[in-house]
């Protein structure tokens, strides 16, 4: 079975440009999580969608924005790039229905994308 | 206050030693409970649930004090590889599940 796949793994941007960023979810997986973590801190919660809208979204500025497709693969944007943007992001998937005992509420992540700007 | 709040850390140990992590979790709705591991510049892996009875799963420990809304998880005969940070997870359902991670405490396990 495929795991979460994060796309590009690697990306340099400079100050001012937009990032995109992508997640495909395991399969049958319907909820996707964004995360942020910059070196050497703890993940920082950016964005959740299930079922193609937005559920909950973490303290960072309306330039960080995402949305959920049809087929649950996910896409995260960052306007107006800013040097502390600089992070790795991860992207995690989940079931949402079922019960915490069937595992519904374990997330799994994806290797991240590492955003470097200049 | 922090939602999810773990020891600080680091923690520093030699080969073969038992050390103990702490959580605690303010909201008492609170579900379900988790303890993932991540290692440098990699993504976190699920290392173990936590379930109310506690629960083992070989050298690793973990427990539940749902009254004092603390998890623990303890690592006996620790190994070179046991070296990674370990991030403490509360999940609530709330017509899908919220999931918050702590900021982890990092242990070094030194030969």
């Known amino acids: 079975e495929a795991g979460v796949t994060q796309s590009p793994t690697h990306l340099i941007k400079t100050r001012g440009q937009q990032a995109t960023l992508r997640c495909s979810p395991i399969?049958?997986?319907?909820?996707v999580y964004w995360y942020q973590q910059a070196l050497g801190l703890g993940l920082q919660f950016l964005l959740w969608y299930d079922e193609g809208e937005e559920r909950n979204r973490g303290n960072f500025p309306p330039r960080f924005s995402g949305r959920q497709f049809p087929n649950y693969s996910s896409e995260l944007n960052v306007n107006a790039l800013e040097l502390e943007d600089s992070a790795l992001y991860l992207c995690?998937?989940?079931?949402?229905?079922?019960?915490?005992?069937?595992?519904?509420?374990?997330?799994?992540f994806g290797a991240g994308s590492r955003l470097t700007v200049l | 206050r922090k939602e999810v709040e773990q020891d600080p850390g680091p923690f520093n140990v030699p080969e073969g030693a038992t050390v103990a992590f702490n959580c605690t979790y303010s909201n008492s709705a609170s579900q379900s409970f988790f303890w993932y591991r991540q290692d440098c510049r990699k993504e976190p892996k699920l290392l173990m649930s936590v379930y109310s009875s506690g629960n083992e799963d070989g050298r690793f420990t973990a427990q539940l004090n749902r009254a004092s809304q603390y998890i623990s998880l303890l690592i006996r005969d620790s190994k070179l590889g046991d070296s990674a940070t370990y991030l403490c997870?509360?999940?609530?359902?709330?017509?899908?599940?919220?999931?918050?991670f702590g900021a982890g405490t990092r242990l070094f396990v030194k030969a």
């Open positions: 995690a998937s989940s079931l949402r229905t079922g019960t915490a005992s069937s595992g519904a509420n374990v997330l799994t």
């Open positions: 399969s049958g997986h319907t909820s």
């Open positions: 997870v509360v999940s609530l359902n709330t017509g899908g599940f919220k999931t918050i």
